[in-house]
């Protein structure tokens, strides 16, 4: 594929045009490969560990000796209804809180001792549920604010435009460019995000994670505020990230018919603690898990194929 400024170096190299255009439709299953760039730093996959975490607020203990082992290149789903504490641990694992007791392991590092952007370094991508973009900034820019980290370029440099700097800058262009067409993103590139509607602006959110090339990526309700049509395209996409990119994807999500469809193995957490650990079909028929959910258990019994749980849904 040839983008303007020259043939994509990295992952570009392995994509075909007839790959990449496709993408814009959300159809296709190639992801952007990752990149050649990133790739001599690349390590064994490596298993995320929580392991007995609890997390207070004053009084409140939104996080409750929370243990959970996330294998490499799974898709790990965290549910449970709202003020869980799902979002409080995605805090934990990117270092924007910390624990009053329990750590969290990448492989062997602990990650519970470092700074947001060391844990960014260490290849943790994250998605927030609150869409944490610039409203001025264009999809093209918002994308490069995952790519920071990667860049060798300080700011001296990048304002004096040597040439290897100016390289440098095309080649995380491209690659963020790529990651945009993948997301079906490619017509907005240079279109400010203040703009785009609320399921486009998750993508972009999406993208930026993705951006970071991260081994690990945490994607906090990334489908919230899409329709079904947007919501399934976007069950592809997350599905090619793993199959092609080998990230393991930890998923918060509400829609439970995605969950249950794209879903390895399922955590649930109710005020703060874990109540069922299992496959997607294990958790739809948990008692606890239906009895949290519904009140009652009769109410979680059809499989991902059948009739989709939209019920479950309505009730978080
Ligand atoms: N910074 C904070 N200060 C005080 N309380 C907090 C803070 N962050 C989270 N909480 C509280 O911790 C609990 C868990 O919140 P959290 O945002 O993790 O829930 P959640 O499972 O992500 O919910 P939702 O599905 O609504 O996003 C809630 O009671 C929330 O009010
Ligand atoms: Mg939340």
């Known amino acids: 594929m040839n983008a303007p400024g020259g043939p994509i170096p990295g992952g570009g190299s392995t994509a075909t045009d007839e790959t990449l255009r496709s993408r814009a439709d959300g159809s296709a299953a190639s992801p952007p490969r990752r990149d050649r760039n990133q790739q001599s730093e690349e390590q064994a996959p490596q298993r995320l560990r929580i392991e007995g975490v609890s997390v207070t607020f004053g009084a409140l203990k939104a996080l409750s000796d929370v243990s959970i082992s996330v294998e490499p290149g799974h898709i ?13 641990l995605f805090n934990v694992l990117s270092g924007l809180y910390s624990t009053s007791a329990g750590k969290v392991w990448l492989g062997n590092t602990e990650l519970t001792s470092r700074r947001p952007h060391q ?62 067409e993948f997301l079906g993103l490619g017509d907005l590139f240079d279109v400010e995000v203040s703009g785009l509607s609320y399921g486009d602006r998750k993508r972009v959110e999406v993208g930026r994670a993705l951006a970071t090339e991260p081994r690990v990526l945490l994607l906090d309700e990334p489908v919230a505020g899409m329709n079904a049509t947007e919501s399934s ?66 109410g979680i019994s059809k499989a991902p194929s059948d009739a989709p749980p939209t019920s479950w849904r309505d009730k978080l």
């Open 76 to 88: 790990h789903a965290i549910i449970g209804p709202n003020g869980a504490g799902k979002s409080t």
């Open 119 to 180: 844990i960014t370094e260490l290849g943790i991508g994250r998605a927030f549920q609150n869409i944490a973009l610039p409203s001025h900034a264009t999809v093209a820019r918002s994308l490069m604010l995952g790519r920071h980290h990667l860049t060798r370029a300080g700011f001296l440099r990048t304002g004096l435009r040597l040439p290897s700097t100016i390289r440098e800058q095309e080649r995380h262009r491209a690659r963020v460019r790529e990651i945009a």
């Open 233 to 298: 395209r976007m069950a592809g996409q997350l599905r090619a990230i793993r199959e092609s990119l080998g990230v393991t994807i930890l998923l918060v999500e509400h829609d439970m018919a995605m969950v249950m469809a794209i879903a390895d193995r399922v955590t649930v957490l109710d005020f703060g603690t874990v109540i069922a650990s299992g496959t997607p079909a294990e958790i739809q028929r948990d008692p606890d898990v239906i009895r949290a959910y519904l009140g009652s258990a009769d």
